[in-house]
């Protein structure tokens, strides 16, 4: 299983940036995905999540300005992100929980992580 990000980039303050994930491989379905984000000297933190149903969750620090939302038929997720500020600035990660195997089990996988930068 293998999950392509794109999307990211350098945006000005005030801006907006439009994130996506896709998911590639044998596996029987996706449950939870989401997308993380790293900045310089900190860890890693959820920025927001979706169920398979579309019950979403998010940070405090995002609620209001950013929308995740998926495609189930595309085994894709997006991230709208509007009104950034300096402090988005980070490597963002898309994560998902997949059921796969004979057993089917589930499993986590991480994409490789697009940089978003946010100008003042």
């Known amino acids: 299983v293998q999950l392509q990000a794109s999307g990211g980039g350098l945006v000005q303050a005030g801006g907006s940036l439009r994130l996506s994930c896709a998911a590639s491989?044998?596996?029987?379905?996706?449950?939870?995905m989401g997308w993380y984000r790293q900045a310089p000297g900190k860890q890693r933190e959820l920025v927001a999540a979706?169920?398979?149903?579309?019950?979403?969750n998010y940070a405090d620090s995002v609620k209001g300005r950013f929308t995740i939302s998926r495609d189930n038929a595309k085994n894709t997720v997006y991230l709208q992100m509007n009104s950034v500020k300096p402090e988005d600035t980070a490597v963002y990660y898309c994560?998902?929980?997949?059921?796969?195997?004979?057993?089917?089990?589930?499993?986590?996988?991480w994409g490789q992580g697009t940089q978003v930068t946010v100008s003042s």
């Open positions: 979706i169920t398979s149903g579309g019950r979403t």
């Open positions: 994560n998902a929980e997949v059921l796969k195997g004979d057993y089917v089990l589930q499993y986590s996988y």
């Open positions: 491989g044998s596996f029987y379905s996706i449950n939870d």
